[in-house]
């Protein structure tokens, strides 16, 4: 039987580049501490990592941002093994995906305001190639 849209995670698109792209999924959680945890979707450009999907914290108050576990997949879907994961929330900096999350949840600042919604991980994997293949031919 095959799911539904609606059974499907939905994801945002916020942030691409020639090497990556990242998309935020749509079932951010609010924590007691006024943190959100959330999954991200990151897939790369080339590399033994294909795509990873992180659980991560974001603290817009605060403005700091945690890595709490990464999964790490191959081209063919295979989960590879992990490294081991700092969960210590660090400042924001400039130009990393904590950024683009802090203006996407925190700023509510859409960086891809013609960008749809993706439902599940195939289709978003699909539109990541397909940005990075655009990407990689115009530079």
């Known amino acids: 039987m095959r799911a539904q849209a609606a059974d499907l995670p939905t994801y945002q698109l916020i942030n691409a580049g020639s090497g990556r792209v990242d998309f935020a999924q749509q ?4 924590q007691r501490d006024g943190s959100v945890s959330l999954s991200i979707l990151t897939v790369l450009a080339s590399g033994k990592v294909a795509y990873s999907m992180s659980d991560v914290s974001l603290n817009c108050a605060a403005s700091t941002f945690a890595a709490l576990g990464t999964l790490n997949y ?9 490294d ?3 969960a210590t929330p ?3 900096q400039d130009g990393t995906v904590g950024q683009s999350l802090k203006l996407f949840i925190c700023d509510g600042a859409d960086p891809y305001p013609r960008a749809k919604m993706i439902n599940g ?6 539109k990541a190639h397909d ?7 115009g530079n």
Do not use: E, F, Y
């Open 84 to 86: 081991p994961v700092d």
């Open 121 to 126: 991980v195939p289709a978003a994997l699909s």
């Open 74 to 82: 191959d081209s063919h879907g295979q989960p590879l093994q992990a």
């Open 131 to 137: 940005l990075i293949g655009a990407m990689q031919k």
């Open 90 to 92: 660090r400042k924001i």
């Open 27 to 30: 079932n951010a959680r609010h």
